[in-house]
């Protein structure tokens, strides 16, 4: 199982940046990736890793962190395996490492945890300048 994030850069105060998920192996070949909860977290710099949205169980629903609701969207192919996350009117704390997690035992309730999470990809950085 991999996951590789990507999309990141440097972007000001109130642009947009749209970062992409690729899951690929065994595991998430034919239908087994809709069988997966794809989340995006973040850490910035002397923090601890935080939940940013999640993509529920064949794209059944979303969830965003109050942070970001209303300016980011998740959303997943899954015929092409990947997830998506679009970031408008990103703000400087924003401004952290983007990682994406996958896992298909996960239950609602813990999708915010990421201890719950089995396979993380190496993440992307996103810096908003002021």
């Known amino acids: 199982v991999q996951l590789q994030a990507s999309g990141g850069g440097l972007v000001q105060t109130g642009g947009s940046l749209r970062l992409s ?3 690929s192996g065994r595991s998430f070949s034919g239908r087994g990736f809709g069988t997966y909860v794809i ?10 890793r935080e939940f940013v949205a999640s993509s529920r169980r064949r794209g059944s629903g979303t ?4 942070s970001v609701k209303g300016r980011f969207t998740i959303s997943r192919d899954n ?3 990947t997830v998506s996350l679009q970031m ?13 997690a996958a ?5 609602l309730s813990s999708t915010a945890n990421p201890a719950a999470y ?7 950085l996103v810096t908003v300048s002021s």
Request: net charge negative.
């Open 21 to 23: 998920c690729a899951a």
């Open 39 to 48: 989340s995006w977290f973040r850490q910035a710099p002397g923090k601890e």
């Open 63 to 66: 969830d965003y962190a109050g």
């Open 79 to 81: 015929a092409k395996n």
């Open 88 to 100: 408008n009117s990103l703000k400087p704390e924003d401004t952290a490492v983007y990682y994406c």
């Open 103 to 107: 896992d298909s035992s996960i239950i």
């Open 118 to 124: 089995d396979y993380w990809g190496p993440g992307t």
